[in-house]
């Protein structure tokens, strides 16, 4: 566990380092085409996979997004496998059983393959929050081997809800149909609503995997806007320090 937590809202939030390491060749593009417009240098990017614990003073125990799962998640293709999620929790002082709540961002494999395990859900006690969007959205491997075991622990929102006490999700749609943010106090858990730094200085800079670009760089900016004027705290998904203060 390298990075440690942050107090917030009389809540203890926790970033947990899932893998570290580039896109795979299936998905691997340039820079200047991964972020077109941004003159980005032709170098490796080195994504780092958050996660997010956060635990309140009554001891509800929270999670916002579960990575990129085994070594044959559906996130094996592209993503570094297997993810370290559970030597994270474990360092953390956190069971998969111990977790009340999981949020997933969205329902890309890196952010939500390791909401599974063996064909069942991973936090058997948990409900899985998930934007209705993103629900009728999603086809494929990602349907089968992800939501449908999970199905029967879903907890579907639409919009903005408080989804445990103190925590909130926020519909930040674009880079997928249900894309959305976790807000706890001034802190916001961002998903995949800014990839890489450079999008902080230009929302408008597109993202080659966001769903909609347009609406993503729309959303982008509309909700950084926000966070500036609140001089929020972001904690980032792929960002290699996970907090950063607007």
């Known amino acids: 566990m390298p990075h440690q937590p942050r107090?917030?809202?009389?809540?203890?939030?926790?970033?947990?380092?899932?893998a570290v390491g580039p896109m795979g060749r299936a998905i691997r593009r340039p820079m200047a085409e991964t972020f077109p417009g941004s003159g980005l240098a032709e170098e490796p990017w080195i994504l780092h996979f958050h996660c997010y614990l956060i635990r309140d003073q009554a001891g509800r125990v929270t999670l916002v997004d579960t990575g990129i799962g085994a070594e044959d998640s559906p996130a094996s293709s592209w993503a570094p496998v297997p993810g370290a999620l559970e030597a994270e929790l474990a360092a953390a002082g956190v069971t998969p059983a111990d977790v009340d709540v999981v949020i997933l961002t969205h329902l890309h494999s890196d952010h939500a393959s390791g909401a599974v395990a063996d064909g069942g859900p991973r936090f058997v006690n948990a409900r899985y929050?998930?934007?209705q969007a993103d629900l009728d959205a999603v086809r494929g491997e990602t349907l089968d081997r992800v939501v449908t075991p999970i199905k029967d622990r879903l907890q579907v929102v639409e919009g903005d809800q408080e989804v445990a006490p103190g925590v909130r999700v926020h519909l930040a749609a674009g880079h997928t149909p249900?894309?959305?943010?976790?807000?706890?106090?001034k802190l916001a858990i961002t998903g995949d609503l800014v990839l890489h730094p450079v999008q902080l200085a230009d929302p408008g800079i597109h993202y080659v995997y966001d769903d909609d670009q347009e609406a993503a760089a729309a959303t982008r900016a509309e909700v950084l806007a926000g966070l500036r004027a609140e001089r929020a705290i972001l904690a980032t998904a792929h960002f290699p320090d996970p907090f950063l203060r607007l």
């Not at 107090?7 to 899932?18: I, K, M, Q, R």
């Open 178 to 185: 249900g894309h959305q943010i976790v807000r706890v106090g």
């Open 129 to 131: 929050v998930l934007q």
């Open 7 to 18: 107090a917030v809202a009389g809540a203890e939030v926790t970033p947990l380092c899932d």
